[in-house]
C-alpha cells in the first residue's frame, strides 16, 4: 500500500473505473472477502491510515456475511459489492441460480449496503457442470445487469488489456513476483494502470497463520487452509490450556 501510494498512484474503486473515465496513473483495489469478516477490517483499518478507498466484496454464506462492518466500511468511504458464486451453490442450475443471485442482492440492500458492482467467486475444488464461472448468469441473461440495477460485474466489466492484473488468488502472486518485487514494480512507475486483488484471508499478522498459509501454497491439494487452521488453533487452545 506504501508502495502505491508514495509511487504516485490514485486508488480507486470498481465503481469509479465504471462510472467514468480514469487518467492514469491509477490502482483499482480490489477485496474479495471469503471467510472472516475481521480481516477485511484489518486491510481496510491500514487503507484509512494512508487515505485509500477501495472496493470489497462480501461473501453471504459464511462468516464474511457482516453487516455492520459493510454499513461501517460504506460510511467510511469504501465500496461494498457483492461476491457471488450461485451458479456453484446451485450445481450449474441457471435459473436457481439466477433468482439466488437477485435474493442476495436484495438482501444487501434491504439492509442498507449500496451495492453499485458485483463480483464472481471462483472456487476451483468446485466441479463447473455446464458452465465455466460464476459470472456466466450475465452471460446467459442478458437483461440481468439492468434488472438488478448494477453498473458492472468486476471480471466481465473490466478491460483487462488496459490493466496490469495483479492477484493473489492463488495465495501467492499470479504474475510470479514476490510481495518485495511487486513494491519495486509499483515504484518504477511503468505501469500506468493496475488493478489489484488482494484477499484480507490470505494475509496475517500472526507467523503461525503465514506459516499455515504459505504450507497450503505447497501442497493446497493435500491439504485445505480452513482444516490447517482449525488444527492450528485447536493446538494453540490445548496448549494455552496446560499453561
Ligand atoms: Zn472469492
Known amino acids: 500500500m506504501r508502495a502505491i501510494v ?86 450449474g442450475d441457471f435459473d436457481k441460480a439466477i433468482a439466488l443471485f437477485e435474493e442476495e442482492l436484495s438482501r444487501f440492500r434491504r439492509a ?4 453499485y458492482t458485483v463480483c464472481s467467486h471462483g ?18 441473461d442478458e437483461g440481468l445487469k439492468r434488472r438488478a440495477n448494477i453498473l458492472g460485474e468486476a471480471y466481465l466489466d473490466l478491460d483487462f488489456s488496459a490493466v496490469k492484473y495483479l492477484s493473489d488468488a492463488g495465495i501467492r502472486w499470479n504474475v510470479g ?24 484471508d490470505y494475509w496475517s499478522r500472526s507467523w503461525i497463520r503465514a506459516l499455515a498459509l504459505k504450507c497450503a501454497t505447497r501442497g493446497i491439494k493435500i491439504f485445505r487452509i480452513n482444516n490447517i487452521i482449525a488444527a492450528i488453533r485447536e493446538y494453540s487452545n490445548i496448549l494455552s490450556k496446560t499453561r
Open 177 to 200: 513476483l514476490t510481495t518485495k518485487q511487486i513494491e519495486a514494480l509499483l515504484r518504477t512507475k511503468e505501469q500506468p494502470a493496475l488493478y489489484i486483488l488482494v484477499h484480507p
Open 6 to 91: 508514495e509511487s504516485g498512484y490514485r486508488v480507486i474503486t470498481v465503481r469509479d473505473y465504471l462510472a467514468s473515465e480514469q487518467s492514469p496513473p491509477f490502482v483499482i483495489l480490489r477485496h474479495d472477502v471469503e471467510w472472516n469478516s475481521r480481516r477485511a477490517q484489518d486491510i481496510a483499518n491500514a487503507e484509512l491510515k494512508l487515505g485509500l478507498r477501495s472496493t470489497f466484496y462480501f461473501r453471504v454464506n459464511t462468516r464474511a456475511y457482516d453487516i455492520p462492518l459493510m454499513l461501517q466500511l460504506q460510511n467510511e468511504g469504501f465500496e461494498i459489492g457483492y461476491h457471488y458464486d450461485t451458479l456453484d451453490r446451485c450445481n
Open 112 to 115: 442498507g449496503v449500496n451495492v
Open 123 to 140: 472456487n476451483p475444488r468446485v466441479r463447473k457442470r455446464g458452465y465455466q464461472a460464476n459470472y456466466d448468469i450475465f452471460k446467459k
